[in-house]
Nanobody, 118 residues
Framework: QVQLVESGGDLVQPGGSLRLSCAVS????????MGWYRQPPGRQRELVAL???????NYEDSVKGRFTISRDNSRKELYLQMNSLKPEDTAVYYC????????????WGQGTQVTVSS
């Protein structure tokens, strides 16, 4: 079966760093656009960052320069390095495998909680 499993969420202080991981199985990982999304308390889910199958990266404006998305096609893992964290980064972070650009289905992970608080 298809599985996307996020890990690495934690409670961190403002200015701190965290690395999220997403382990993927059951799909041809290397051909999917992979993304990180987040849902802050009481708000809609929003795109944080994308990396295409060709390695092209895209970031939401509020995280550009602070977050880095990357992928390891050999390990079938997606990462989000989060630096200079702010309280407004607090959210449940979700991993997504997006097959729409290749006419394929898309899949979501279960989410991991990131809390930024002093």
């Amino acid at each position: 079966q298809v599985q996307l499993v996020e890990s690495g969420g934690d409670l961190v202080q403002p200015g701190g760093s965290l690395r999220l991981s997403c382990a993927v199985s059951g799909i041809a990982f290397r051909i999917y656009t992979m993304g990180w999304y987040r849902q802050p308390p009481g708000r809609q889910r929003e795109l944080v960052a994308l990396v295409t199958a060709d390695g092209v990266r895209n970031y939401e404006d509020s995280v550009k320069g602070r977050f880095t998305i990357s992928r390891d096609n050999s390990r079938k893992e997606l990462y989000l390095q989060m630096n200079s964290l702010k309280p407004e980064d607090t959210a449940v972070y979700y991993c997504k495998a997006d097959g729409s650009r290749k006419g394929l289905s898309s899949y979501w992970g279960q989410g991991t909680q990131v809390t930024v608080s002093s």
